[in-house]
Nanobody, 115 residues
Framework: QVQLVESGGDLVQPGGSLRLSCAASGIIFSAYTMGWYRQVPGKERELVGD???????NYVDSVKGRFTVSRDNTKKTVYLQMNGLKPEDTAVYLC?????????WGQGTQVTVSS
């Protein structure tokens, strides 16, 4: 059974930082491209950033220079370090795992950026 469990979401002031974690089980983690998406009600789910099995990363333009995706294959965990948070970063952040035709989603964790 595949599980992706996110944690680390919180309420934070503008300019603040958070680190999200996603712990995976039931997959050969090192083979998967791991991604972070975000979802705001009424809007399409958006890819924030991802990291391939080889460690290459990709980010949406709006978070470049502020967010960093990393992975620890020994812990089967992917991270999203978010710095310089803005109110428009408020969303549910979801973890995603993809390998060939296989893809899985976590339940999400809420990030709210507000003063």
């Amino acid at each position: 059974q595949v599980q992706l469990v996110e944690s680390g979401g919180d309420l934070v002031q503008p300019g603040g930082s958070l680190r999200l974690s996603c712990a995976a089980s039931g997959i050969i983690f090192s083979a998967y491209t791991m991604g972070w998406y975000r979802q705001v009600p009424g809007k399409e789910r958006e890819l924030v950033g991802d990291i391939t099995s080889g460690g290459s990363t990709n980010y949406v333009d709006s978070v470049k220079g502020r967010f960093t995706v990393s992975r620890d294959n020994t812990k089967k965990t992917v991270y999203l370090q978010m710095n310089g948070l803005k109110p428009e970063d408020t969303a549910v952040y979801l973890c995603h795992a993809k390998y060939l035709i296989f893809n899985y989603w976590g339940q999400g964790t809420q990030v709210t950026v507000s003063s």
